[in-house]
T-cell receptor, first 114, second 113 residues
Framework: AQKVTQAQTEISVVEKEDVTLDCVYETRDTTYYLFWYKQPPSGELVFLIRRNSFDEQNEISGRYSWNFQKSTSSFNFTITASQVVDSAVYFCALSSGTGNQFYFGTGTSLTVIP | KAGVTQTPRYLIKTRGQQVTLSCSPISGHRSVSWYQQTPGQGLQFLFEYFSETQRNKGNFPGRFSGRQFSNSRSEMNVSTLELGDSALYLC????????????FGPGTRLTVL
């Protein structure tokens, strides 16, 4: 069975602090992809990153970075020097098997306080 | 490119009625997936259509159905609405190959009274 767990329901940080959002996944497939999406108050999910199961290189994009560790089945997301505009709900998702079915975690609501 | 569009954006229905939601994917995308988002259950996969055929189906009752047209536009239908069907319904499009990132529309907020 496929499952994504985001244990952090809500996080609040003060602007300019670093914050890490945790994501733990379960799958028996050897080929799978992991994703992070951002859902601002407007409601539309915005794609942030895709990572396949064979690529454990960390990735950095501006203030965003992702740490993928197969040994712990984790795909964590760090925002450096957080800004108010980062306030949103962040979802981690898993795609495996045929088709395009995504398994989403329950999301982490991030509030950045000015 | 224009993004994913969904109509209507808001809908209010009463129990027992039926409803049809529409989704236009990004031009060139052949896969359309539907998700239900509620505060209690989070984001749950309903079904995916690819080239007018249902390719994947989530664990929802038969009251939830969909279809896809030759231009890749998709519709989702819910019959005999229940209060628990109140949710944000999100449509996502992708080129079609497995594991592609999906691009989401703004959603349709359905309220069942």
């Amino acid at each position: 069975a496929q499952k994504v767990t985001q244990a952090q329901t809500e996080i609040s940080v003060v602007e300019k602090e670093d914050v890490t959002l945790d994501c733990v996944y379960e799958t028996r497939d050897t080929t799978y992809y992991l994703f992070w999406y951002k859902q601002p108050p407007s409601g539309e999910l915005v794609f942030l990153i895709r990572r396949n199961s064979f690529d454990e290189q960390n990735e950095i994009s501006g203030r965003y970075s992702w740490n993928f560790q197969k040994s712990t089945s984790s795909f964590n997301f760090t925002i450096t020097a957080s800004q108010v505009v980062d306030s949103a709900v962040y979802f981690c998702a898993l795609s495996s098997g045929t088709g395009n079915q995504f398994y989403f975690g329950t999301g982490t609501s991030l509030t950045v306080i000015p | 490119k224009a993004g994913v569009t969904q109509t209507p954006r808001y809908l209010i229905k009463t129990r027992g009625q039926q409803v049809t939601l529409s989704c236009s994917p990004i031009s060139g995308h052949r896969s359309v997936s539907w998700y239900q988002q509620t505060p209690g259950q989070g984001l749950q996969f309903l079904f995916e259509y690819f080239s007018e055929t249902q390719r994947n189906k989530g664990n929802f009752p038969g009251r939830f159905s969909g279809r896809q047209f030759s231009n890749s536009r998709s519709e989702m239908n819910v019959s005999t609405l229940e209060l628990g069907d109140s949710a944000l319904y999100l449509c996502a499009s992708s080129p079609g190959a497995p594991y592609n990132e999906q691009f989401f529309g703004p959603g349709t907020r359905l309220t069942v009274l």
